[in-house]
């Protein structure tokens, strides 16, 4: 099972595209909606919502849990994997390095919420990939409630308020750095204007939990055989070189 | 969970591949051993064995099931697969392709159990993949058992008996066709002589069997909210365009 939560509908982005790669695949989505928004919220206060997520998920089965949400992520992610040695966890991160590879003026604008960037993990990823390039961090308050309420729907002029001081500043690339936002994804590129890539994460985000999803268990390896079981223990000794105590099976 | 099957030690060397691959999945291995060897029964005996072991490995759980037997991959994966919707299936067949890409001789030795050669998916393989290729098929009755007993010390003078007259027919390539044989590949290699290349599937079947493991659900997706369950599903219809019934969770 994979379980994926946000604190609404932006993990819906993500969910989407896990789906058309892994069609036949069990999820459980779970939208925080009770404490949504978490981009406004505190970095200490998200941490225990994501950490009360993961719970849930875990609870119903997921050995995968994708944290759709990049407060989430920033707030809580490193936290997680250690409180849940058991579990994958796959985070959102903002997408610093395709978009530093994909601007040609050197700006690139990230757009996220408050809390996203009170996290500094912008400022790791910006040293690693981005070197040369101005990344200019742009915080959305508001945004993410807006979608909730309207999703691909949502105002213009909400959404030009934020995206054309990044364009004026000179941006060809912005980077979508909270899941909610993949919904306006349209409505951002109608206001930049043709010239300005967009980077939505939720496609190699994923990639990556195709990848990771099976390899979520306990690393148990059951032996069963409907001969002898001291007899197969035996030959796995010899064969693989590990010890094992086979069951029987009565056929 | 993953299930692997085979009617005695050879999946062995193939649930090794899988496991480096993915060191944390959850495994159940299946030896049928009372019912050992496969590769001398008839096809319609192999298919009810084969059938029973799935069933097996499907109430312990497996969502992928492994058949890491030629025989009875040849006998049984097709049944297998409309009998169980459900469940994924991974099998094993002669590995004629990378055969065909290597041989320089134009030579191609294939070893297996006589009952693997008696389900002709052979003649399909060297139809699609082996033009201009001469593909020897080469049952080595015993082998299967010789290798359950002896495992990689079974007498290079059983290996020879089959081995040699392919490499005097001027075979520079073998496939290995039953997994039991992974166990005995250096002493194949041994008797075969430095000019002769060995291709084992395990390592690419394991790659498959990777590669499909997640995607082996139901392709259900449960949502919870711990908002409003009906605000929830209109978001999903406007969101994603399908219908969804979200559970609401008290938290």
Redesign the interface.
């Known amino acids: ?2 379980g994926v939560f946000d604190s ?2 932006g993990g ?2 993500v ?2 595209e896990i ?1 058309s790669l ?15 928004p978490y981009g406004e919220r505190s970095l200490d206060e998200v941490r225990s919502l994501a950490e ?1 997520a993961a719970g ?1 998920l875990i609870e ?1 089965g997921a050995g995968t849990v994708v944290v759709a949400c990049n407060t989430a992520s920033a707030a809580a992610l490193q936290h997680l994997r250690r409180t849940h040695p058991g579990t ?1 966890f796959v985070g959102m991160e903002p997408a610093v390095k395709p978009a530093a590879a994909a601007t040609r003026t050197g700006v690139v604008g990230v757009l996220a919420t408050p809390t996203t960037f009170q996290a500094e993990v912008l400022d790791g990823l910006v040293g690693r990939f981005a070197e040369g390039v101005e990344v200019i961090p742009h915080p959305c308050p508001g945004w993410a409630s807006l979608i ?1 309420d309207h ?2 729907d949502t105002h213009p002029e909400a959404i030009a308020r934020e995206v054309m001081p990044l364009v004026d500043a000179g941006a060809d690339t912005l980077v979508l750095a909270c899941t909610h936002y993949s ?1 306006v994804s349209g409505r951002i590129a109608e206001v930049a204007g043709p010239g300005v890539t967009i980077v939505d994460p939720a496609l190699p985000v994923a990639r990556q939990v ?1 990848r990771v ?16 079981p001291e ?2 223990a035996g ?2 000794r ?3 070189g590990v010890e094992a105590a ?1 069951e029987g ?1 009565s ?1």
């Open positions: 099972v994979i609404g509908v819906l982005s969910l989407r789906r892994l069609p036949s695949a069990d999820m459980v989505y779970l939208a925080d909606q009770a404490n949504a009360k849930h119903r994958a909730e999703g691909a919904f195709a999803a099976e390899a979520s268990g306990s690393g148990a390896t059951t032996y069963l055989t409907t001969g002898d007899r197969l030959q796995i010899h064969l693989l086979p099976l056929t």
